[in-house]
């Protein structure tokens, strides 16, 4: 088998089976009892074995040095909040160097990050650590809403954005009809609308900045009226631009982004626990129309509202029909 066909993935205590197992079964399961499988796939560590989180013990084919001779190397996701193997570091900037293509799923983007493999490229994480990717390396252009990023090094978000991921290599090695074909045998699609925003779960942009709770209730309180700057400083108390520096400081972003990310928290919570029509949900949500809205969100969200609410609601439709055993709640 040709070395652009195989696939190293490297295996580290602590990993998750999840990470380690989608790659294995996209990527290198035969489908086709009558074809080989699309990639040769192997593990790579700890000859003696690997402890995997939850106890499970895996023993690698091939060790961490032999990345380089791979055609492709695909890191599972890591630990971020704690430092990356120092083994798998070495072994991952010498495949890097032998001009293997370089791969990660979720976190496994902080291993590529540490071996300098991601220094000059866009890539992305799961949202939850994307900030602290960027901080920690800040030679990366984090792009946080990206399902799976390709610039040369190839990244993707959190979790199940892994196979989104591997579809996309094999759309770019094997042709759209191959993709299509695994994604039916994994029942999934073969490529998802919009990005990782829409998963994003309101909350806090920071734990740490407690000094918004009341500035939070007040626009809350106030999200039908026109909110300006000089409002926002005005219910804190400061000046715009002691504002305007707080804000940079403890939430890296304005105090106007803040506001329309707030918006859009509201709507999304919304969308996803009431049946109010998406005109209602425009205006409880303080925008000047439901055009308005809709762009919004689409920009900040990466789908239409609607989209949204039949992905997250729970519910097949904007809600139950009324009947016997289901009636609308009072609007």
């Known amino acids: 088998m040709s070395s652009r066909r195989s696939i190293a993935i490297p295996v580290v205590d602590g990993m998750t089976l999840f990470e380690i197992g989608m790659p294995l079964e996209a990527l290198g399961y035969d489908w086709d009892r009558d074809a080989s499988p699309l990639y040769d796939v192997a593990l790579h560590g700890d000859l003696r074995g690997v402890r995997v ?9 091939r060790p961490l040095a ?6 492709t190397v695909l890191v599972p996701a890591i630990r971020p909040d704690e430092p990356a193997n120092p083994a798998l570091v070495r072994a991952l900037r010498q495949a890097a160097a032998a001009g293997v293509r370089m791969v990660s799923l979720c976190t496994g983007a902080f291993a590529l990050a540490e071996a300098g493999v991601l220094d000059g490229h866009r890539a992305t994480t ?9 901080r920690r390396y800040p030679a990366v252009d984090v ?8 610039d040369g090094v190839l990244t993707s978000a959190g979790s199940a954005a892994g196979l989104d991921l591997c579809l996309y290599l094999i759309r770019t090695d094997h042709g759209q009809q191959a993709a299509n074909t695994i994604a039916r045998n994994l029942v999934i699609a073969a490529h998802r609308d919009g990005d990782q925003a829409q998963y994003v779960a309101a909350e806090p942009l920071t734990e740490q900045a407690h000094w918004l709770d009341e500035l939070r209730t007040w626009v809350h309180a106030h999200l039908q009226e026109d909110i300006t700057l000089e409002r926002l400083a005005g219910a804190a108390a400061v000046s715009p631009r002691t504002l305007a520096r707080r804000f940079q400081r403890d ?8 506001v329309a990310a707030e918006r859009i928290a509201i709507a999304k919570r919304l969308l996803e626990t009431t049946d109010l029509s998406l005109d209602r949900i425009s205006h409880d949500a303080g925008y000047y129309s439901p055009a308005t809205f809709r762009a ?6 990466g789908v239409t509202p609607g989209r949204y609410r039949l992905r997250f609601a729970g519910r097949d439709g904007p809600g ?12």
């Open 53 to 61: 989180h939850g106890g499970s013990r895996l023993v690698p084919r």
């Open 66 to 71: 032999a990345l380089a001779e791979a055609g």
């Open 126 to 134: 799961h949202w939850r650590w994307a900030d602290l990717l960027q």
């Open 143 to 150: 792009d946080a809403r990206a399902i799976y990023v390709d």
């Open 251 to 258: 939430i890296g972003t304005t105090p106007m982004r803040w």
């Open 296 to 301: 919004g969100f689409i920009s900040d969200v």
């Open 320 to 331: 139950p029909t009324p009947g016997p055993t289901a009636r609308r709640r009072p609007r």
